[in-house]
């Protein structure tokens, strides 16, 4: 009897190992996939084409900063992810009745690419039917088939993630074709968003360190927005983006395997 059992719990055993085997066999970052139940943990199955042919084991969300050291370092002191076009989301209805002529960029919402760990957002504002539109036009020129959704709708989202995490920070960077006087300032403030700015006045000007993120969060001005309009920061205090940042083109990255997205232009933009 003790024979038995001994060699019937040794082929139990040999069973388990042999599913844990198995299990740790799963698929990671870059491998091919066909289902995301072939991806480790976090990571989902994606066909990243053009430029990653195939579908790949890609991470669903990534890494908050902020909690993989602390939050006591000056902001510049942290990489964080950002996306390129966050509006111009796959799928997203017309809201001007004439279908949709132009590119996509994201798969995600607003609210799931920050809810995914996304801490920045490049977004093309635009004067578009007497308000602020996010477009992904040409010419400075939004029209009914470029048109994604007015401006006032994503800065909800932003707001509303604001206003849930109270320890994050959310960078915008406007590609900005608005020329209505107050156009942006209107609609950061009918949204929610003027509660959080982080003013300008409290930029450091000459490659200082920024403030710490624990005093960002303690003040509650956890919303930085840059321009690229320049004459922005005298007019409305909307800090001018290359005053503060320089950007690296780092295509050649894009086939590297911590990439999350797919992006013809996938850049690395850092704080001054
Ligand atoms: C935060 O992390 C940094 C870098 O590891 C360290 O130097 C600093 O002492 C930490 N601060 C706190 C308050 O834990
Ligand atoms: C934005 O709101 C603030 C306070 O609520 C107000 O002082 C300011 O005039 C408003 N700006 C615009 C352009 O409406």
């Known amino acids: 009897m003790g024979g038995t059992f001994t060699a019937a719990a040794a082929a139990a055993a040999l069973v388990l190992v042999m599913a844990g085997l198995f299990g740790a066999a799963t698929a990671n970052i870059g491998d091919k996939c066909s289902t995301s139940a072939d991806c480790g943990a976090g990571q989902w199955c994606f066909d990243c084409e053009p430029e990653l042919a195939g579908s790949h084991c890609v991470r669903s969300a990534a890494t908050n900063p902020f909690q993989l050291v602390n939050n006591s370092l000056p902001f510049n002191k942290y990489a964080y992810l950002t996306t390129h076009n966050s509006f111009a989301i796959v799928g997203e209805p017309s809201h001007t009745g004439i279908p949709r002529i132009t590119f996509d960029n994201q798969e ?19 004067d578009f039917k007497g308000d602020v539109w996010l477009c992904h036009s040409s ?3 939004c029209n ?3 048109a994604f959704e007015p401006a006032l709708d994503t800065f909800k989202e932003i707001e509303a993630f604001l206003s849930a995490n109270p320890s994050e920070i959310v960078t915008l960077i406007l590609e900005d074709y608005v020329n209505a006087p107050n156009g942006l300032t209107n609609v950061f403030n009918a949204s929610g968003l003027q509660k959080y700015w982080f003013p300008v006045s409290k ?3 000459n490659g200082q360190d920024w403030p710490l993120v624990s005093d960002m969060v303690t003040s509650n001005q956890r919303l930085l927005v ?5 004459s922005k920061q005298v007019t409305e205090g909307i800090a001018y983006q290359w005053n503060f940042m320089v950007e690296n083109n780092c295509e050649t990255l894009l086939l590297s395997h911590e990439t999350l997205c797919c992006s013809s232009s996938l850049s690395q933009v850092s704080l001054l």
């Not at 840059?226 to 320049?230: E, G, P």
């Open 139 to 141: 010419g400075g020129k």
């Open 226 to 230: 840059f321009t690229s309009a320049r």
């Open 144 to 146: 009914d088939f470029t």
């Open 203 to 205: 930029m450091p000007q």
């Open 108 to 126: 995600d919402t607003v609210t799931d690419q920050l809810n995914n760990g996304v801490r920045a957002l490049m977004l093309d504002t635009y």
